[in-house]
């Protein structure tokens, strides 16, 4: 069983920097694919990002490639996500995800947070 827990979230102009963080519960993190989501109202919900065991291996959406950083630190049970250059598009629920598949499909998630708001201001 793993738990994830977001935060970070909140408002901030177009152009602007959020960091998003993901903490996970249960001894098992470093085995799970670590992968983030986003919802926004009234459409469903999308791959932004995931990571590999290591982190050596990251994919990205097209939309957010070259702004957005997906991270871990199996250490401390965490994975994070630096956003920059934020857009009113990028406006969405985002939700942690732990998977043991590779790959985009929301359906291959096994656990996920609750999700943090975050809204950018055009």
């Known amino acids: 069983q793993v738990q994830l827990v977001e935060s970070g979230g909140g408002l901030v102009p177009a152009g602007g920097s959020l960091r998003l963080s993901c903490a996970a519960s249960?001894?098992?993190?470093?085995?799970?694919?670590m992968a983030w989501f986003r919802q926004a109202p009234g459409k469903e919900r999308e791959f932004v990002a995931v990571?590999?065991?290591?982190?050596?291996?990251?994919a990205y959406a097209d939309s957010v490639k070259g702004r957005f950083t997906i991270s871990r630190d199996n250490a401390k049970n965490t994975v994070s996500l630096q956003m920059n250059s934020l857009k009113p598009e990028d406006t969405a629920v985002y939700y942690c995800?732990?998977?043991?598949?590779?790959?985009?499909?929301?359906?291959?998630?096994?656990?996920w947070g609750q999700g943090t708001q975050v809204t950018v201001s055009a």
């Open positions: 995800a732990a998977r043991r598949r590779w790959g985009a499909d929301p359906s291959a998630n096994d656990y």
């Open positions: 249960g001894r098992t993190f470093s085995t799970y694919f």
């Open positions: 990571i590999s065991w290591s982190g050596g291996s990251t």
